[in-house]
């Protein structure tokens, strides 16, 4: 089964946050996704709303829950009170922690688990306590011995950083390279009992080979390129894109 798609909308917020006006509509073009065949919704919401506004988290939840209940809702942050606290309201279906200062333009790498063990298994065991599923940002280089430090947190998944691998759009030789760390990691994570999910810089272009090489994918979230491309196909055809993609085709 291909991987799910769960279409990151926080470049559509920043869209709308450049006027003091409700449009482009964060839940609108989210229920489109999702009625094109999206199966989640992630949202990284920041300490200075510069995207994703707080308010937009319940608004999403509502959504969600009228409109799409079999649909996942993920929540990205680094785990501050105040992330935490909206979480536990939100009761998102997942929550994906990733170890960048809040005030970075975007997430650029995964967790020292080894360090951040024992802060990481203490909000892992909160989390999931409160029902939610729990993903870590995870290096496409990471160890055995890290991977080992991310399943003693008691995650239920990791989430490969693929930046490396997107920047490698107009190089072959650095991207199959890249996509050849992440093949190798994927394995150890699959080893250690714990799910595959990715995202950063995925593209209808690269992820038919990161689909084919990691068979245990279990979801990816994609924003910026997803964006990009609505603009030119529309919401709904470029999620049947991204799904064929998935799929490991050639779009």
């Known amino acids: 089964m291909p991987a799910k798609l769960s279409v990151n909308l926080n470049a559509i917020a920043m869209l709308r946050n450049r006027r ?10 989210g229920a489109i996704a999702l009625e094109a065949g999206a199966q989640g919704l992630t949202v990284h919401p920041r300490p200075d709303q510069r995207h994703i506004r707080f308010s937009d988290v319940p608004e999403i939840r509502a959504l969600l829950d009228d409109r799409f209940p079999q649909a996942e809702f993920n ?9 935490l606290a909206l979480v536990d309201a939100a009761q998102p279906e ?22 951040n063990r024992e802060m990481l298994a203490a909000i892992v065991k ?22 080992a430090a991310a399943r003693a947190t008691g995650a239920d998944r990791v989430e490969f950083y693929t930046g490396p691998y997107g920047g490698c759009y107009d190089d072959s030789e650095k991207a199959a390279k890249a996509l050849k760390d992440l093949e190798k ?9 714990l799910g595959i999910n990715a995202g950063h810089d995925l593209t209808v272009a690269n992820l038919p080979a990161l689909a084919r090489a990691i068979p245990q994918l279990t979801e990816v979230s994609i924003g910026h390129g997803l964006t990009a491309d609505a603009l030119e196909f529309g919401m709904a055809e470029t999620v049947r894109r991204f799904l064929t993609a998935l799929e490991g085709k050639t779009v």
């Open 185 to 193: 990691t994927a394995q150890l994570v699959h080893a250690a009992g």
């Open 20 to 29: 003091d006006l409700p449009w482009p509509s964060v839940t609108g073009l």
């Open 75 to 83: 929540i990205e942050g680094y785990p501050t009170q105040d992330f």
């Open 94 to 115: 997942q929550v994906t922690l990733v170890p960048d200062d809040p005030m970075q333009p975007t997430s650029d790498h995964g967790w020292d688990f080894i360090t």
């Open 126 to 147: 909160r989390l999931k306590k409160g029902g939610m599923r729990v993903s870590l940002f995870c290096d496409p280089d990471a160890s055995e011995e890290q991977i």
